[in-house]
């Protein structure tokens, strides 16, 4: 912050002219981390409770289903186990060595980050106000459901030793912690490196959402945003460059107000299920058949689905 107040006082004595653009990019910065930042550490706290209080075996009962009811409902799962992203994988590979179909685990896995309450509760606050609220929020949920029940149908009855990378040691039934100071001390520990965790990423994505909309030049942004296919593809790279947490990339996205309500869609359902740190995550845990199959799938409808939405909201 020090040397932050030193950088604007320099440009204020010899360079008086960019202090403005400074000052912008600051304000859209801060206004981006006040806004979400509250949501982060929700979704940190949620995520907390279930890795502590809550056993992840609940969901093997998904097993006991029909084969046709599992992937859907292993999807809306997502919405009584508000995960993280990051937190959903290491729960995804427990549940198939423990005998879960692995397209359903994997469903779950990258439904969970897009459905869970806190995540559509942040979309609903970041596009509160705004004509395309009704179509943020359902679409977001409706297709993130989609995007993941493809992957997981996609996946088939795929055998686990031929979607895991490697057999993973995985606990029977989760450690107990005997003394109740043990487990709220596990809870407070998850929750304060869950918080810093997603917390590093969110100052991340809010600086470059804020640099792209001080420095970069307003008619080539609104080019990009009005160009059909570029436009979802480019949120979607975005969404995979910044790495954000679901509970905070409603409000980066709707800050590219640039870009019609189709490629903000993309960001929000494509980022929550493949990005940078995503990809090393999935590169450790599942076969490449599994990385491509999600690769692919959550890409293929995340691009109709904001191409689709982007047609209706013309």
């Known amino acids: 912050m020090v040397g932050l107040i030193a950088v604007i006082g320099l440009l204020r004595v010899f360079a008086p002219e960019r202090v403005a653009w400074l000052q912008a990019a600051i304000i859209i910065f801060s206004a981006l981390v006040v806004q979400a930042l509250p949501f982060v550490l929700v979704g940190a706290l949620a995520g907390a409770v279930i890795e502590v209080f809550v056993s992840p075996s609940k969901l093997e009962r998904l ?104 057999t993973i040691p995985v606990p029977a039934e989760p450690i107990e912690l005997g003394r109740p100071e043990a487990r709220w001390r596990m809870f407070f520990l998850h929750l304060g490196n869950d918080f810093l965790f997603m917390g590093r990423f969110l100052l991340i994505g809010a600086a470059a959402a804020a640099a792209v909309q001080t420095f970069l030049p307003q008619s080539w942004t609104s080019k990009v945003g009005g160009l059909p296919v570029v436009d979802v593809l480019a949120m979607m790279a975005l969404a995979l460059i910044l790495s954000l947490c679901s509970e905070s990339d409603a409000f980066i996205a709707a800050s590219f107000t640039q ?56």
């Open 63 to 166: 097993a006991d289903l029909p084969k046709w009811a599992q992937l859907p409902c292993a999807a809306l799962a997502g919405v009584a186990f508000p995960l993280c992203e990051c937190g959903s994988v290491p729960v995804a590979r427990r549940l198939i060595s423990k005998g879960l179909s692995p397209s359903a685990a994997i469903t779950f896995m990258l439904a969970a980050p897009v459905l869970n309450p806190v995540v559509i509760a942040s979309t609903f606050v970041a596009y509160r106000g705004r004509s395309t609220l009704w179509v943020m929020v359902p679409g977001r949920f409706i297709l993130g459901f989609i995007a993941a029940v493809v992957v997981g149908w996609a996946l088939g009855g795929a055998r686990s030793e031929n979607l895991l990378r490697r």
């Open 259 to 314: 870009f019609g309500p189709g490629p903000q869609l993309a960001f929000l359902v494509f980022g929550p299920m493949v990005d940078l740190k995503l990809i090393s995550l999935y590169a450790g845990t599942f076969s490449r058949r599994t990385l491509l199959a999600i690769l692919v799938g959550a890409g293929a409808v995340s691009l109709v689905g904001g191409l689709w939405v982007g047609v209706l909201a013309r």
